[in-house]
């Protein structure tokens, strides 16, 4: 059974942190990418932070050094742990793999990802992220 299950999501101020989790089952061919992917109201889905199969993290610029991807294998668990968040972080938050991914690509997800291209096959129900001012 292939799935992934987000949690975490919430209300929090301007200028707070909260952690994502998502539970992955996967089965893969070779390498994969996942990460987190979020989709702001009224605006398109978009690449937030992504790691590869050898634990390589990528970063969308408006994230970078605010939030971290990380990942418990033992666990089978992603975490994005998100911190001096602002309003324009508000979304619904996904988790998503691309489970054939050779290692390199993944930063094609954090930067380029618009909603369309790539080939991410798995993807969770999402979690919402509410950040008030």
């Known amino acids: 059974q292939v799935h992934l299950m987000e949690s975490g999501g919430d209300s929090v101020q301007s200028g707070g942190s909260l952690e994502l989790s998502c539970v992955a089952s996967?089965?893969?061919?070779?390498?994969?990418?996942i990460g987190w992917f979020r989709q702001p109201p009224g605006k398109e889905r978009e690449g937030v932070a992504v790691?590869?199969?050898?634990?390589?993290?990528s970063y969308a610029d408006s994230v970078k050094g605010r939030f971290t991807i990380s990942r418990d294998n033992a666990k089978n668990t992603l975490y994005l742990q998100m911190n001096a968040l602002t309003p324009e972080d508000t979304a619904m938050y996904y988790c998503?793999?691309?489970?054939?991914?050779?290692?390199?690509?993944?930063?094609?997800?954090?930067?380029?990802?618009?909603?369309?291209?790539?080939?991410?096959?798995?993807w969770g129900r999402g979690t919402l992220v509410t950040v008030c001012a």
């Open positions: 998503a793999a691309d489970t054939a991914a050779p290692p390199g690509t993944c930063a094609w997800y954090s930067n380029q990802y618009n909603g369309t291209g790539g080939a991410l096959d798995v």
């Open positions: 790691i590869d199969i050898n634990g390589t993290p």
């Open positions: 996967l089965t893969t061919r070779g390498g994969y990418c």
